[in-house]
Nanobody, 113 residues
Framework: QVQLVESGGGLVQPGGSLRLSCTAS????????MDWYRQAPGKQRELVAGITSKSSTNYADSVKGRFTISRDNAKKTVYLQMNSLKPDDAAVYYCKIRTINYWGQGTQVIVSS
């Protein structure tokens, strides 16, 4: 059974950094493209970053140059390094297997002074 467990969220000041992690089980992780999404209160869930099985990456324009997605196939984990955080980055962040309609619980990021 598919399971995704996100972690690493928290409270950070504007300009600060966080690294989110998402560990997967129940899938062949090494061949799975993975995405990070986020949803802020009152807003639609949006795609933040994605990484293919060959580690090709894509980013939303709003996070380019600040966020980095990466993966460790041995640990079945995808990461989202978030730098220069802004209040607009505050949201619940979710990882997703690109080809499976399953969502984990997410991890909350709060950006506030």
């Amino acid at each position: 059974q598919v399971q995704l467990v996100e972690s690493g969220g928290g409270l950070v000041q504007p300009g600060g950094s966080l690294r989110l992690s998402c560990t997967a089980s129940g899938i062949i992780f090494s061949i799975s493209a993975m995405d990070w999404y986020r949803q802020a209160p009152g807003k639609q869930r949006e795609l933040v970053a994605g990484i293919t099985s060959k580690s090709s990456t894509n980013y939303a324009d709003s996070v380019k140059g600040r966020f980095t997605i990466s993966r460790d196939n041995a640990k079945k984990t995808v990461y989202l390094q978030m730098n220069s955080l802004k209040p607009d980055d505050a949201a619940v962040y979710y990882c997703k297997i690109r080809t499976i309609n399953y969502w984990g619980q997410g991890t909350q990021v709060i950006v506030s002074s």
